[in-house]
């Protein structure tokens, strides 16, 4: 989450999320470490980020609905790559 003492530039700015499915926050960095990898990065530096993402509606019999606020989880972070100076 802090940046590295090593010299580096940012390559690409990426983001995951759990789209409202409550996924863990592990699960999350999981997958923005291989998303890093696949671009080439040598470390991501992390930030995490909740929000409201919106209603979800559920019917409940006699024409009826009930709505349900969700919490998007989402971790944006920059890729890097060290460099020499």
Not at 50 to 67: H, N, Y
Request: proline letters at 4%; zero cysteines; charged letters at 30%.
């Amino acid at each position: 989450m802090e940046d590295p003492e090593r010299p580096y530039k940012v390559i690409a700015m990426i983001e995951v999320s759990d789209e409202g499915w409550d996924f863990y926050l592990e699960e999350l960095k999981d997958r923005m470490v291989i998303e890093t990898a696949a671009l080439g990065g040598d470390a991501v530096i992390i930030g995490i980020e909740s929000r409201d993402s919106g209603t979800i509606f559920t019917p409940m019999g006699a024409g009826g609905f009930i709505g349900t606020n969700l919490k998007e989880k989402r971790i944006l972070g920059k890729v890097i790559v060290y460099t020499k100076n």
